[in-house]
């Protein structure tokens, strides 16, 4: 696990970190940029705030109080081709008084030096966690860049809806959902029109 350390120094503005870390405790989902063993670093962990018992054994989490379970995680190719709708995604962040808090300052166009946990609203939380889903199994690159594109331009309303058919209808049913979510938001594999349609998007 990171520490908070490694967050100093990172030309990160204190009056930014005043305003973020407060959001923490109650914000509808989180994304953890953090590092392990196994996989190239960074890793980014969206998680979600819900409430359950049967989860706070795994997430550390309290019986009958909130916890925060992983949705998903992306990095790597897939994170670096990501990287620029990630950015305008999480750019769209407000307090509570409606203020961005420009959390894409925390993602560079290079390197990403920072990490710790960033609080997201709804509608970022569902799209970065219905990206990282859809990108699990997919080779393509292009096809992955054009999937997150296109949920980027989800409404909020639209971001909850699929991200709930893709992973909240039983195994099987989910399972469908995201193979046929992938064909409608990536076409299939060996497509010429992928590359054509992700350059229009990119303009």
């Known amino acids: 696990m990171a520490n908070r350390k490694s967050n100093t120094g990172r030309g ?11 959001l923490l405790k109650s914000a509808p989902w989180i994304l953890r940029v953090t590092e392990y063993k196994d996989k190239p670093a960074p890793v980014l962990v969206i998680k979600e705030r819900g409430e359950g018992a049967d989860d706070a054994p795994n997430n550390g989490g309290v019986p009958g109080r909130a ?4 949705r998903g995680l992306l990095y790597g190719q897939p994170l670096r081709r990501c990287l620029p ?3 305008n995604i999480v750019s769209r962040v407000c307090d509570h008084a409606g203020i961005p808090l ?3 300052r925390y993602f560079g166009n290079g390197g990403i030096a ?9 509608e970022a ?5 219905l990206i990282f889903k859809l990108r699990e199994g997919v080779k393509d690159m292009d096809r992955v860049e054009l999937m997150a594109r296109r949920v980027q331009r989800f ?7 699929w991200l709930t058919r893709a992973t909240q209808y039983g195994g099987a049913a989910s399972r469908w959902a995201r193979s046929g ?13 992928i590359i054509h349609m992700l350059e229009k998007l990119r303009e």
Do not use: C, T
């Open 12 to 22: 990160l503005l204190p009056d930014l970190q005043h305003r973020i870390r407060p």
């Open 67 to 70: 916890v925060l379970k992983d």
């Open 85 to 87: 709708v990630i950015r």
């Open 102 to 104: 420009e959390l894409q």
């Open 114 to 122: 920072f990490r710790g946990n960033l609080p997201l609203d709804e």
């Open 125 to 129: 939380g569902a799209k970065l966690a």
């Open 155 to 161: 409404s909020r309303e639209e971001a909850v809806y």
């Open 181 to 193: 979510m992938r064909i409608m938001l990536g076409g299939q594999p060996g497509d010429e029109e």
